[in-house]
């Protein structure tokens, strides 16, 4: 008999640099709720505008040097949450080993992020069809964990309207992109009203970068 207890989390490949880790975050829940907690209580959740004047679905804060921001300005990363003027709270140490963790896993060895924004779907937000590209470098992978509610990652191509493949994403997986699909279209599908038995009508993404 197989003691499948034992085996290695499964890797599904997404594409050629892309890897589905399932469950890989399931060890660390409760480590990563509470310093997403301690995250918020120094810089809250927000809902950004994008350059085009909308207000972004999606509300979120970030820890770390740099932190992702948006405004009618455009996209950038700065080292200073621009609702207070002061540093984004640091990285903890959780968030850093588990995307160095999950960036071997897929391949990618001595990833460690500056960067990571924290992202809060209530239902119905969603996140269009976009290309990460707000970093210093593409050299280093983007890894993306999810927490709470089921959620549909659209991953696509390198052109927008090239079809994207629809990967249900659940409570504890981390999906890796890098190398030759590091800079492909992604997006997420708005988000169903199905409470998490842990999170309730909420769903959690960090998305863990080298930014500067
Ligand atoms: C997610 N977020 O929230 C994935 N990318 O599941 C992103 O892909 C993302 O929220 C660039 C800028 C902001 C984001
Ligand atoms: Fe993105």
Not at 8 to 34: I, K, M, N, T
Not at 122 to 146: C, F, K, T
Request: net charge positive; charged share 20%; glycine share 10%.
């Amino acid at each position: 008999m197989t003691l499948d207890l034992f085996e290695p989390p499964a890797r599904e490949a997404l594409s050629e640099a892309a890897w589905l880790l399932r469950g890989f975050a399931l060890p660390h829940v409760d480590a990563l709720l509470a310093a997403i907690a301690d995250v918020a209580r120094a810089a809250p959740f927000r809902q950004m505008q994008t350059p085009g004047g909308f207000t972004m679905s999606v509300a979120l804060t970030n820890c770390g040097a740099l932190g992702w921001t948006t405004d009618r300005r455009g996209y950038r990363y700065a080292s200073a949450d621009p609702q207070t003027g002061q540093p984004w709270p640091p990285m903890p140490a959780v968030f850093t080993r588990l995307a160095r963790d999950a960036a071997k896993a897929a391949g990618f060895p001595g990833f460690a992020p500056d960067a990571c924004l924290v992202n809060r779907y209530a239902p119905g937000a969603r996140l269009s069809l976009h290309q990460d590209r707000d970093e210093r470098d593409y050299g280093a992978p983007i890894v993306s964990v999810s927490l709470g509610m089921d959620a549909t990652f659209l991953w696509g191509g390198h052109a927008r309207g090239d079809r994207a493949l629809r990967v249900p994403l659940v409570h504890g997986d981390v999906v890796v992109w890098g190398g030759a699909d590091r800079l492909r279209y992604h997006g997420v599908l708005p988000l169903k009203d199905r409470p998490h038995a842990l999170l309730g009508a909420q769903r959690l993404n960090l998305t863990l970068r080298k930014a500067g």
